[in-house]
């Protein structure tokens, strides 16, 4: 009764666990549509799943103009 009257000292929160922020980094090799050499795309994604992580990845490419030649590496990065 005391805690709703305002009387008793308030009770300290509760701390939040601190998480590491994970994403999965998604490296491709892409080239422009009408040929030329190859180069390195990278993407960060706050995905769970490494397919649709890859899937936006490329999704990102095709929007740029370009072409996905091959899928160099998809990991899971914690700090």
């Given at each position: 009764?005391?805690?709703?009257?305002?009387?008793?000292?308030?009770?300290?929160?509760?701390?939040?666990?601190?998480?590491?922020?994970?994403?999965i980094w998604v490296e491709l090799?892409?080239?422009?549509?009408?040929?030329?050499?190859?180069?390195?795309?990278?993407?960060?994604?706050?995905?769970?799943?490494?397919?649709?992580?890859?899937?936006?990845?490329?999704?990102?490419?095709?929007?740029?103009?370009?072409?996905?030649?091959?899928?160099?590496?998809?990991?899971?990065?914690?700090?």
């Open positions: 009764m005391r805690e709703a009257l305002g009387l008793a000292p308030a009770k300290p929160a509760p701390e939040k666990s601190k998480q590491c922020p994970s994403y090799s892409v080239r422009k549509r009408n040929g030329g050499p190859a180069f390195r795309f990278e993407h960060k994604s706050r995905s769970l799943s490494t397919l649709e992580a890859q899937l936006e990845a490329e999704k990102i490419v095709r929007k740029k103009g370009w072409e996905v030649w091959a899928v160099l590496d998809v990991r899971q990065v914690s700090e």
